[in-house]
């Protein structure tokens, strides 16, 4: 029995009083995962991404284990619930432009020392401040680097567009504003690499491409590496007791973790390790997260349709934002149809050994935008379910 083949006996067996639909969490394969981002890390503290777990439980899980400390969020209403719930530390790592929750933010001593707001511009300062009301409380603030590549005298940009701040230069500027204007406090840098940390570099059947990816990351990153250092060296001429530089991404923890200027790693995709997480050299991880669809029809030889799974990830649209049928292995979608938003038909020689009502496991192309589907997450431990815990989608909060 292949290595696969007994994961689905496993998900099989521990869910056996479920009916699909249904997502589960491999604490193991959770746990292995969150031990190899730490090893990467090499003793920096990696703050967890939110997004990419959208679970309460699972987060104080992660962040209980040693070299996990604080949050990443992605929205402000997100961190305002986050620190209500006992979070103590949590980064917004996108600006807001959500007025109530800053009142809220300004107006609680509790929230203000818990929260820090992304910005990359005065004007979200001014936003900040008309949405103060009568609250006085110091915002914490955190400024965010581009991260791009830019070559042939800028013509030519790779990476996220982002944050507005290149150069050194730009960056310290906003500094200044920031440390000149009352109510405001800057503590922390974040530059997320995405060209690096966020795309795969061995693409299965692009040689060509993958060689490509690999050049382009190995240029980015000592660029990067040259001119985070140069921003830190100039915001710490600002503000010399900045509290932290934040980096990273799932894809480039142990090349971030490198860099003398960089204080902690963001990750979280590493833990449920996704899809979009299976074509890079830099590490493997364990698939934790997955949903099972049920057999509701078998149309014929080599065929079965299951309920719904039509679960595509954001980004620009392609076959990689698809979720991929995943246990039993060799199942493939109808080219015609792909995954449906009722009904998702299969094919492939393991159809004709399900039966009606069976599960069929799927992988999602993201890590936590899955949980947006879902109520509950099923925790399974060996071949057993230990606990059911509800994901935001369960707890009546969908932010975004």
């Known amino acids: 029995m292949t290595a696969r083949a007994a994961d689905r006996a496993r998900y099989d067996r521990a869910t056996a009083h479920l009916d699909a639909p ?12 969150a031990e190899d981002l730490v090893r990467r890390a090499g003793g920096k503290p990696i703050r967890v991404a939110s997004k990419s777990v959208r679970c309460r439980t699972l987060l104080e ?102 944050s507005p701040l290149h150069s050194p230069a730009q960056v310290a500027d906003v500094a200044r504003a920031i440390a000149r204007r009352p109510g405001f406090r800057l503590v922390g840098i974040m530059a997320y690499e995405g060209h690096i940390a966020g795309v795969g570099d061995a693409v299965a059947g692009r040689p060509f491409r993958s060689r490509a990816i690999r050049l382009m990351q190995a240029t980015a ?40 200027a960089v204080t902690e790693i963001a990750a979280g995709s590493g833990l449920y390790v996704p899809r979009l997480f299976d074509n890079y ?32 990830a954001s980004g620009a649209a392609g076959p990689d934002r698809l979720p991929v049928p995943y246990l039993p292995e060799g199942l493939r979608y109808d080219p015609q149809e792909g995954p449906g938003e009722v009904q998702t038909p299969l094919l492939g020689s393991p159809a004709d050994d399900l039966l009606i009502g069976d599960k069929v496991w799927f992988r999602h192309a993201k890590a936590g935008e899955l949980c947006e589907r879902f109520d509950v997450l099923h925790l399974v431990e060996g071949d057993a379910v230990t606990a059911t815990v509800p994901t935001y989608r369960g707890e009546g909060r969908t932010f975004l």
């Open 221 to 260: 990153r000592r660029e990067l590496a040259e001119r985070r250092a140069a921003v830190v060296r100039a915001v710490r001429a600002v503000v010399p007791d900045l509290e932290y530089v934040n980096g990273g991404g799932t894809g480039s923890v142990q090349h971030t973790a490198a860099e003398d």
């Open 281 to 312: 050299t830099s590490f493997s991880g364990r698939p934790a997260a997955l949903f099972a669809q049920p057999v509701v029809r078998r149309p014929g030889v080599g065929i079965v349709t299951v309920l719904g799974g039509g679960y595509p």
């Open 61 to 162: 899980r992660v962040l209980a284990k040693d070299g996990f400390a604080g949050i990443m969020s992605f929205t402000l209403a997100e961190s305002l619930w986050l620190a209500r719930s006992g979070f103590e530390d949590i980064l917004l790592a996108y600006p807001s432009a959500d007025r109530t929750a800053f009142a809220e933010l300004a107006a609680d001593p509790k929230l203000a020392a818990a929260v820090t707001v992304m910005v990359d511009d005065v004007s979200q300062l001014d936003l900040i401040d008309g949405a103060r009301g009568e609250g006085r409380e110091v915002i914490r603030v955190c400024l965010e680097l581009d991260t791009a590549l830019k070559l042939f005298g800028g013509r030519v940009r790779v990476g996220a567009l982002r």
């Open 22 to 33: 249904l997502a589960l969490v491999d604490l193991d394969a959770f746990d292995a995962n």
